[in-house]
């Protein structure tokens, strides 16, 4: 792969390379819709994701070049001309990362010929564009030895989202990207920051990635219409006991409480934030223990209840996971990301990777009139520099 990636960064920009870089994607292996209800999520770094090769320039240009998208050709940017513009198209989220360095004091002072190659398919909600930020934070720090903080740059991934590109995203990606290890899941606690490395060894088990391929169009509108409805049970819940956050309660005090909440639909919401923070931690437990079965258990609980109590996931989620639970060699399979679309995860055994492939793609495919994607993932490393 890098013999490669070095040829086509020297018949690109004339000249050879002086270093590599990756930068993984990532996957949430549990805990869905709590981030904004002061929950846990648990993502992990994954083996997929995005190669950087770059070398320094004299002068102040940095030159841009995706093989992803060949058709754009180079694009050339000077460091005093690093504000967003739509034309710049995917080249925002590194020009983003370099404004941002720039504006906290950071000194950049020579441009760059920068080459990327994303292995990670487009638009599957794998956080590409994640990837990316903390790939070129991770190359401005080290080409420029300036040192920064990896949680630093972790926060300022999400900075780039939310004020340079104006996505209002958590942190979540940016942080399993950023301080992901191999083998290891990162149990996060959304609001605080503080964070366990939690062993996550399948065996003879591979995380298999499904991608419905449906475009999620309606997943904007019912994230804001979700939050609500769980501002509103949050609101209910406080007249009645102290708390912050939703998750704020464990399923017992829930249990206890929930009869506060005079609508079923928005009681359902609450539920659903409250079992899946509960989730996390048991899955925590599990994979410690190393206990697959239990893991893949708390997986099909995850997916029933983002279906039946939060009701995100949709006939083609909904088909995937059924369809998967239902393979031998299967512990468990979910929906992963915001839903409606986008992709679902199923712990299978490695034996049983090719029949899984073939009998779930034909099964969704005779239902949902078009094919999914199926790519496996191992757990890996944050974003480093190759040696």
Excluded at 13 to 30: A, H, Q, T, V
Excluded at 105 to 126: E, M, Q, R, S, V
Excluded at 150 to 155: C, G, H, S
Aim: hydrophobic share 35%.
């Amino acid at each position: 792969m890098l013999t490669k990636l070095k040829q086509t960064f020297l018949d690109i920009f004339n000249e050879k390379n002086d270093s590599e870089y990756f930068s993984p994607g990532r996957i949430n292996l549990i805990g869905e819709h709590t981030d904004y209800n002061g929950g846990n999520v648990f993502p992990a770094a994954i083996t997929i994701g995005t190669y950087g090769l770059v070398r320094k320039r004299e002068d102040d240009i940095i030159r841009f070049y995706s093989m992803n998208f060949p058709e754009i050709g180079v694009k050339e940017i000077r460091l005093s001309e690093l504000e967003y513009k739509e034309d710049d198209d995917w080249t925002n989220y590194p020009k983003g990362v370099i404004y941002l360095l720039k504006q906290a004091g950071y000194k950049i002072n020579h441009g760059f010929d920068i080459l990327f190659y994303g292995t990670i398919p487009n638009g599957a909600g794998l956080s590409s564009s994640a990837s990316i930020e903390l790939l070129t934070g991770l190359i401005m720090s080290d080409e420029c030895e300036l040192n920064i903080p990896r949680l630093d740059l972790v926060k300022l991934g999400q900075k780039v989202e939310n004020d340079y590109i104006g996505v209002n995203s958590g942190i979540m990606d940016q942080f399993a990207i950023g301080m992901g290890e191999i083998n290891h899941a990162i149990l996060l606690n959304t609001n605080t920051l503080a964070y366990e490395l939690v062993p996550a060894v399948f065996g003879d088990y591979v995380i298999m990635i499904m991608n419905t391929n449906k475009r999620r169009e309606l997943a904007d509108s019912k994230y804001n219409e979700r939050r609500s409805e769980c501002e509103e049970a949050l609101r209910q819940l406080q007249q009645y006991v102290e708390i912050n956050t939703l998750c704020d309660l464990s399923v017992s005090d829930f249990n206890k409480y929930s009869d506060k909440i005079d609508n079923e639909v928005i009681r359902k919401r609450a539920k659903h934030a409250i079992t899946e923070n509960e989730r996390t931690l048991e899955a925590k437990k599990a994979l410690t223990n190393g206990d697959l079965k239990t893991f893949g258990k708390l997986l099909n609980a995850s997916h029933q209840s983002l279906k039946e109590d939060y009701d995100v996931t949709g006939i083609e989620l909904d088909t995937l996971v059924d369809y998967a639970q239902k393979q031998p060699g299967v512990l468990g399979a979910r929906m992963t990301g915001a839903g409606f679309g986008g992709c679902a995860i199923a712990l299978v055994n490695k034996h049983h990777l090719a029949e899984f492939k073939e009998v779930v793609g034909a099964g969704y495919e005779s239902k949902i009139g078009y094919a999914a994607d199926f790519y496996e993932a191992s757990i890996g490393d944050g974003t480093k520099k190759l040696s």
